[in-house]
């Protein structure tokens, strides 16, 4: 059961223009939400996240937002630049909880 | 500050043999999780442990097995290997509770044949 979903498992976007990447989560205890990304041959590495008492956090060119009614977050990056080029996984929590949950991951391709 | 380590990097055996993973992490942190990733499945939680402690256990078969250290370093066993366990295995490392930012290693690449 995919508590966590990434429904576009790839998208291409052109260097400069912004880059969306989305995420679905079903369970409603979920709080605090994170973005990894990561290269091939390495290890997912921590982007940003977001606590659930808020709808929005930037960090330079990347911004989560969170709509909790939905139960939808995403990620603009923007502008877009070639090494952005990585997988991305969303990942959720709840409080108390001692593991994260992961989406399948969106492969990210910016063309120079 | 070193990263967290996993060893092997790559590793490749046989269906029923049993193999052993090891973690090494971030100086200082105290809570270690492994994941499976297997292609279209995205990470899977197999389990985490603290203080020498299993606190959380994913929904994987019993074959699949951890323990930790009293220096933190960790490892996971899977015993009667099956094809289907070829993947990516990450580990990683944070502080106290690993559902903030944890710090993950490179991965083991196990491949069974």
């Known amino acids: 059961d995919q508590q966590v979903k990434q429904n576009s498992p790839s998208l291409s976007v052109q260097e400069g223009r912004i880059s969306i990447l989305n995420c679905d989560y079903t369970?409603?205890?979920?709080?605090?939400f994170l973005w990894y990304k990561k290269y091939p041959a390495e290890g997912p590495t921590f982007l940003i996240s977001?606590?659930?008492?808020?709808d929005k956090n930037e960090d330079g060119r990347f911004t989560v937002f969170l709509n909790k009614s939905a139960k939808h977050l995403s990620l603009h990056i923007v502008p877009s630049q070639p090494g952005d080029s990585a997988v991305y996984f969303c990942?959720?929590?709840?409080?108390?909880?001692?593991?994260?949950?992961f989406g399948t991951g969106t492969r990210l391709t910016v063309i120079p | 500050k070193a990263g967290v380590t996993q060893t092997p990097r790559y590793l490749i055996k046989t269906r029923g043999q049993q193999v052993t993973l090891s973690c090494s992490p971030i100086s200082g942190h105290r809570s270690v999780s492994w994941y499976q990733q297997t292609p279209g499945q995205g990470l899977q939680f197999l389990f985490e442990y603290f203080s020498e402690t299993q606190r959380n256990k994913g929904n994987f078969p019993g074959r699949f097995s951890g323990r930790q250290f009293s220096n933190s370093r960790s490892e996971m066993n899977v015993s009667t290997l099956e094809l289907g366990d070829s993947a990516l295995y990450l580990c990683a490392s944070s502080l106290d509770r690993p559902t903030y930012e944890q710090y993950f290693g490179p991965g083991t690449r196990l491949t069974v044949t």
């Open positions: 977001i606590s659930s008492i808020k």
């Open positions: 990942a959720a929590s709840a409080s108390g909880a001692n593991n994260l949950f």
């Open positions: 369970n409603s205890m979920f709080d605090y």
